[in-house]
Structure formats: C-alpha cells, structure tokens
T-cell receptor, first 115, second 112 residues
Framework: DVKVTQSSRYLVKRTGEKVFLECVQD?????MFWYRQDPGLGLRLIYF???????EKGDIPEGYSVSREKKERFSLILESASTNQTSMYLC??????????????FGDGTRLSIL | GQNIDQPTEMTATEGAIVQINCTYQ??????LFWYQQHAGEAPTFLSY????GLEEKGRFSSFLSRSKGYSYLLLKELQMKDSASYLC?????????????FGTGTRLQVFP
C-alpha cells in the first residue's frame, strides 16, 4: 500500500513565524502535491512537483513556498504565517502514468492553527 | 474558468441507493476521479472514469458523460460506514503531471 506520511497531525503557530510542513511518500512516486482544505471551498492546490528540485505553482501559491530536495520528500513552507493560513493541509503523491488512471494518494493531513 | 459543482449535503437510509451528481466546466479534461473522505481522515480513491459510460466496482459505480460535462457516483446497499464526504475531481493534465481540480464535496449522511 502507498503510504504518504505528514509529520504532524496538529500544529499551532504564531503569526509571523516561519512554518515547515513535511511530507514523505514511500512508493517512489514522481509527483507530489500540497493542498489546503477549507469548509465550503474544497481542496485547493498550492504547489506541486513532478521531479526532484522541480516545482510548479498551483492555484493559490501566495504566501507559500516548497522544497523538494529528495524524491520522497516534499516540504511546504509558510514564510511568515498569517491567520488566514489556518487550515487543513493535505499532501498527496502519484506516479506518472501515460494512461492517466493512477490516482493521487493522500496523507492524513495537518491541521494548522495560526494564532 | 474552472468549475465543478456537486450538492453540498445529501441524506439517505441504510440499505437504500443514492446518486451523487457532479457537473464540471474545465479548460482541459483527462479523466474524472471520485474520492471518499471520512471526517478527519485523508481522501481515499474510489473510482476513475475517462471514457463515457459506467464503471462498476462492488457497491459503488461511477458514470461519465464527457459531452454533458457530467458524472455521478452511485452507492448501493448503503451502510452506516458510507457516511462521509464524496469528492469529485477532474484531472487536467499538465505535461506528465496530473492536476486535480476538486469540487467542494458532498457530505452524505446515512441514517438507520
């Protein structure tokens, strides 16, 4: 089974702090994603990466950055946390599939509160 | 623009059948996924459609009509454990990478 592990289930930080959310997958997947999930808004893509050291902006990248130094690890960084970044953050990974049928596999999520 | 619509909430009775609809308008289309998400847990993959028609997988089936921008998830013989949110997501391929565009999800409550 694919395992996507996020470093924390719950995290509380203060406004202005630099926050790191870590995600590790064990299936040698090429693609990794960071989403945030908010009530009434669904999952929104923040950043994704299709290879080591490669990154692409998603739909809501402002205030965030990412790092992918190793294939199995994808980090989300909140450069200066703000209260509107309080949310559930979900990491996902998927493999390259020319047919397109391979799903994204999600971690359990990190519920981040910014005070 | 990108738009995926699904009902916010639905209720049903144990043992019944429920159909959750999803309509989409996206710039690209390379398949549609359904995920199940129990409260406080990760979304888990249920089904995938890329061609028109019905895909059946046990109690769950998913249908796609690309010309109508429409899909539905059909759950039969409902069980209490089916109470969850169901997420519709359209795959918009970017190079070799799949970008998923999610609907806001349908919260299904199953009552005894």
């Amino acid at each position: 089974d694919v395992k996507v592990t996020q470093s924390s289930r719950y995290l509380v930080k203060r406004t202005g702090e630099k926050v790191f959310l870590e995600c590790v997958q064990d299936m040698d997947h090429e693609n990794m994603f960071w989403y945030r999930q908010d009530p009434g808004l669904g999952l929104r893509l923040i950043y994704f990466s299709y290879d080591v050291k490669m990154k692409e902006k998603g739909d809501i990248p402002e205030g965030y950055s990412v790092s992918r130094e190793k294939k199995e690890r994808f980090s989300l960084i909140l450069e200066s946390a703000s209260t509107n970044q309080t949310s559930m953050y979900l990491c996902a990974s998927s493999t390259v599939d020319r047919v397109g049928s391979q799903p994204q596999h999600f971690g359990d999520g990190t519920r981040l509160s910014i005070l | 623009g990108q738009n995926i619509d699904q009902p916010t909430e639905m209720t049903a009775t144990e043992g019944a059948i429920v159909q959750i609809n999803c309509t989409y308008q996206t710039s690209g289309f390379n398949g549609l996924f359904w995920y199940q998400q129990h409260a406080g847990e990760a979304p888990t993959f249920l089904s995938y459609n890329v061609l028109d028609g019905l895909e059946e997988k046990g109690r769950f089936s998913s249908f796609l009509s690309r010309s109508k921008g429409y899909s539905y998830l059909l759950l039969k013989e409902l069980q209490m454990k089916d109470s969850a949110s169901y997420l519709c997501a359209v795959r918009d391929q970017w190079g070799n990478t799949d970008k998923l565009i999610f609907g806001t999800g349908t919260r299904l409550q199953v009552f005894p």
